[in-house]
């Protein structure tokens, strides 16, 4: 079982930018596909962002490419989001997830969520 930690939520107005972490109780946390996915109230989860298992091969949702990166956290068991520019429509609860079918796939592992609220 793994369990997985998000961080770095929080409120900020439209073009500002968030940093999100999801810590992982494995250090074979690089092994997994790994991925962000969001949530709006009434809405199906949707996948924001993938990362492969080389660390490199990444895929976003059309709605945030350009304005999100994930990455490797610093930690060897962390991810990372960057979310800049942010917009209001990006306001949602943020997941982290691993172990699942690239890009968004049938997921095994979830955080508990990190709520990201953005004001126009």
């Known amino acids: 079982q793994v369990h997985l930690v998000e961080s770095g939520g929080g409120s900020v107005q439209a073009g500002g930018s968030l940093r999100l972490s999801c810590a992982a109780s494995?250090?074979?946390?690089?092994?997994?596909?790994r991925a962000w996915f969001r949530q709006i109230p009434g809405r199906e989860r949707e996948g924001v962002a993938a990362?492969?298992?080389?660390?490199?091969?990444?895929y976003y949702a059309s709605a945030v490419k350009g304005r999100f990166t994930i990455s490797h956290g610093n930690a060897e068991n962390t991810l990372d989001l960057q979310m800049n520019n942010l917009k209001p429509e990006d306001t949602a609860m943020y997941y982290c997830?691993?172990?699942?079918?690239?890009?968004?796939?049938?997921?095994?592992?979830w955080g508990q969520g990190t709520q990201v609220t953005v004001s126009s």
């Open positions: 997830a691993a172990d699942g079918a690239w890009p968004f796939d049938k997921y095994n592992y």
């Open positions: 494995t250090f074979t946390f690089g092994r997994f596909l």
């Open positions: 990362l492969g298992r080389d660390g490199k091969l990444t």
